[in-house]
């Protein structure tokens, strides 16, 4: 399986100068080639990627506006036209209806003050002495947090916006699956709470991580203020940034411990496919809990795969926590507010997110088994915990 291996990287000051040329570089052909498949586009005209790389890269390093590109090494414009052509494609597919979920939108210009990366395929990087060799930049000292589990396929090199470099490597990493357990897990992603899960367990997120969020969004607030241009806004945006970070890798810590310990636990983990997931969410809810949300997802995923466990998204077009988990009678719609609502058919109380948990588990349970094309797997995985089958005792 392939994996993202980060380190951080020090480059000297005249690196520096070289990676930004060669982040203006890829940035350029990067927008260029969206540029010109949108006038492609408007005019009804097809256009090969060969062709799109050729005018974007080839030809264009020949006219005086863009000679420039010729100065960095041309693997990293060859990726971005690669990035582009992905970009684009998500979205054609989005709108064709080939891609599921919510429509993609045209994909964004990249911009200046963003974070910048550059991806290097094998013949643009290398690795001796425990320096990290990139194209036309050079030797650039890498601080080698843990070991690379192999020989890297492709390394994106990042600048933050705080200013800060990473190294972002791909490796290949064999699977080391843990002895099979007889436990699984529906989970109800969440505002309050991260998630919440079938047996009722909260997922919260941790206190030191609100703490930051709120100063984070008191420095946006005091950036806001500050003038176009000036050199207080230069700072407040550093500071933003820095604050961003901290955010960040408090939120990645969390979500990898939470992660791990759910995999561990369970032999399968389900939980709704934010696509089709009916959560309540406003403007500013979609932008903060998505990206944590789809972070979490995919580390699930990742950990899954790695230690031989299921993972899977489910989805249904019926909203989990209007339906009654023990009688499955739908009870109607239910405001935010309401945390606990009893079923007027059955009579059970249910907690709103640990009901909206046991119907992704009951969903995964019943998509699982029709995956395996209506193959009836040992009962020992499928039992809920505490449902020990003589099976499993006797193994
Ligand atoms: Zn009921």
């Given at each position: 399986?392939?994996?993202?291996?980060?380190?951080?990287?020090?480059?000297?000051?005249?690196?520096r100068?070289?990676?930004?040329?060669?982040?203006?570089?890829?940035?350029?052909?990067?927008?260029?080639?969206?540029?010109?498949?949108?006038?492609?586009?408007a005019?009804?005209?097809?256009i090969?990627?060969?062709?799109?790389?050729?005018?974007?890269?080839?030809?264009?390093?020949?006219?005086?506006?863009?000679?420039w590109?010729?100065?960095?090494?041309?693997?990293?414009?060859?990726?971005?036209?690669?990035?582009?052509?992905?970009?684009?494609?998500?979205?054609?597919?989005?709108l064709?209806?080939?891609?599921?979920?919510r429509?993609?939108?045209?994909?964004?210009?990249?911009?200046?003050?963003?974070?910048?990366?550059?991806?290097?395929?094998?013949?643009?990087?290398?690795?001796?002495?425990?320096?990290?060799y990139?194209?036309?930049?050079g030797?650039i000292?890498?601080?080698?947090?843990?070991?690379?589990?192999?020989?890297?396929?492709?390394?994106?090199?990042?600048?933050?916006?705080?200013?800060?470099?990473?190294?972002?490597?791909?490796?290949?990493?064999?699977?080391?699956?843990?002895?099979a357990?007889n436990?699984?897990?529906?989970?109800?992603?969440?505002?309050?709470?991260?998630?919440?899960t079938s047996?009722?367990?909260?997922?919260?997120?941790?206190?030191?991580?609100?703490?930051?969020?709120r100063?984070?969004?008191?420095?946006q607030?005091?950036?806001?203020r500050?003038?176009?241009?000036?050199?207080?806004?230069?700072?407040?945006?550093?500071?933003?940034?820095v604050?961003?970070?901290?955010?960040?890798?408090?939120?990645?810590?969390?979500?990898?411990?939470?992660?791990?310990?759910l995999?561990?636990?369970?032999?399968?983990v389900?939980?709704?496919?934010?696509?089709?997931?009916?959560?309540?969410?406003?403007?500013?809810?979609?932008s903060?809990?998505?990206?944590?949300?789809?972070?979490?997802?995919?580390?699930?995923?990742?950990?899954?795969?790695?230690?031989?466990?299921?993972?899977?998204?489910?989805?249904r077009?019926?909203?989990?926590?209007?339906?009654?988990?023990?009688?499955?009678?739908k009870?109607?719609?239910?405001?935010?507010?309401i945390r606990?609502?009893?079923?007027?058919?059955?009579g059970?109380?249910?907690?709103?997110?640990?009901?909206?948990?046991?119907?992704?588990?009951?969903?995964?349970?019943?998509?699982?088994?029709?995956?395996?094309?209506?193959?009836?797997?040992p009962?020992?995985?499928?039992?809920?915990?505490?449902?020990?089958?003589?099976?499993w005792?006797?193994?």
């Amino acid at each position: 399986m392939q994996i993202r291996y980060r380190y951080r990287i020090y480059p000297s000051p005249g690196q520096r100068q070289a990676l930004a040329r060669t982040f203006g570089c890829a940035r350029v052909v990067y927008n260029d080639c969206l540029r010109l498949r949108d006038t492609c586009h408007a005019a009804g005209e097809k256009i090969s990627d060969t062709e799109v790389q050729r005018r974007v890269v080839t030809l264009a390093k020949q006219t005086p506006e863009r000679a420039w590109l010729g100065e960095v090494a041309s693997v990293a414009l060859v990726q971005a036209c690669q990035d582009a052509r992905r970009a684009y494609r998500n979205w054609f597919d989005s709108l064709s209806g080939k891609r599921k979920g919510r429509k993609a939108g045209h994909p964004a210009f990249r911009r200046k003050h963003q974070r910048q990366s550059v991806r290097f395929t094998r013949n643009g990087f290398s690795l001796h002495e425990e320096r990290l060799y990139v194209a036309k930049v050079g030797d650039i000292k890498v601080e080698w947090s843990r070991d690379l589990p192999s020989v890297p396929s492709s390394v994106t090199v990042i600048r933050e916006p705080d200013g800060r470099y990473y190294a972002s490597f791909v490796v290949e990493r064999e699977a080391m699956p843990l002895p099979a357990c007889n436990r699984d897990a529906g989970i109800d992603l969440g505002l309050a709470s991260l998630a919440v899960t079938s047996d009722g367990e909260v997922i919260g997120n941790p206190r030191f991580l609100r703490a930051k969020e709120r100063k984070l969004a008191r420095a946006q607030r005091a950036l806001a203020r500050k003038q176009k241009g000036s050199a207080n806004r230069g700072k407040a945006r550093h500071r933003v940034a820095v604050l961003h970070r901290k955010v960040r890798e408090t939120r990645l810590d969390h979500a990898h411990k939470t992660a791990l310990k759910l995999v561990r636990d369970n032999q399968a983990v389900y939980a709704e496919d934010l696509c089709v997931s009916g959560l309540a969410r406003t403007r500013l809810a979609k932008s903060v809990h998505d990206a944590g949300w789809s972070q979490f997802l995919r580390l699930i995923e990742e950990k899954a795969a790695q230690y031989g466990r299921e993972f899977r998204r489910v989805g249904r077009f019926e909203p989990t926590s209007q339906v009654c988990s023990a009688c499955g009678v739908k009870d109607g719609p239910k405001p935010l507010n309401i945390r606990e609502w009893m079923c007027a058919a059955c009579g059970t109380v249910h907690d709103r997110d640990v009901n909206a948990a046991k119907n992704v588990l009951a969903l995964g349970r019943r998509e699982s088994l029709n995956a395996c094309g209506g193959q009836v797997r040992p009962a020992s995985v499928l039992a809920p915990a505490g449902e020990t089958g003589t099976h499993w005792s006797a193994a």
